[in-house]
C-alpha cells in the first residue's frame, strides 16, 4: 500500500522582479517512511534549488488514491473527499465510508470531472462531499531502484 508524505521546503526563491524571497512549499512524496521521504525530497529538490534550503516538515498524507493528468493545464493539485455508500451484507444497511483523494487537475471543475472518470468503473455508489485545491507544488512517486 502505498504511503504519501507532505514535505514542505524552505529556500530563497528568486521572484520575476529578481528579489529574492524566502518560500516554504510543499510536495508530495511517495515513500515507505519518514526517513525515506526525507532522502527522497533532498535528492529530488537539489537539482532545481541553487543555494541551501531545509526539510521543514514532513508529515503522512492521508490519500486513498492519486490521480494524475498529463495534461499541462493540469498544475494544480485538488484534495477530493468522497463518501462510498456499501450496503452491509449482514444487516442489509447502507454503510458510509469517507475516504480522500488526490486529484491532478486545472480547476475545481476539472479536478470532479477527472474523479468522476476514474471511478467510472467504480460498483460502489460515491459521492463527492468537497473539493479543495492544496499548496502542493508537485508529486514524486515511488520509483523502485534495480540492484
Not at 514535505?7 to 525515506?36: H, P, W
Not at 488526490?102 to 479536478?111: C, G, I, R, Y
Not at 472518470?117 to 463527492?128: F, G, N, P, V
Amino acid at each position: 500500500m502505498n504511503k504519501y508524505f507532505e514535505c514542505g521546503i524552505r529556500y530563497e526563491k528568486t521572484l520575476e522582479n529578481g528579489m529574492q524571497k524566502r518560500v516554504t512549499e510543499l510536495y508530495l512524496v511517495d515513500a515507505l517512511s519518514f526517513t525515506e521521504a526525507e532522502k527522497r525530497i533532498i535528492e529530488e529538490m537539489t537539482p532545481f534549488i541553487s543555494g541551501e534550503f531545509e526539510v521543514k516538515t514532513i508529515k503522512q498524507a492521508n490519500y486513498s488514491e492519486l490521480v494524475l493528468s498529463d495534461e499541462t493545464s493540469a498544475d494544480k493539485y485538488f484534495k477530493c473527499k468522497l463518501t462510498f455508500i456499501l450496503l452491509d451484507e449482514k444487516s442489509g444497511k447502507e454503510k458510509k465510508t469517507s475516504t480522500n483523494m488526490l486529484v491532478q487537475a486545472a480547476s475545481t471543475e476539472d479536478a470532479t470531472d477527472k474523479l468522476n472518470a476514474a471511478l467510472k468503473q467504480t460498483m460502489a455508489d460515491y459521492e463527492i462531499t468537497s473539493v479543495s485545491e492544496t499548496n502542493i507544488m508537485d508529486y514524486y512517486p515511488y520509483e523502485a531502484k534495480e540492484d
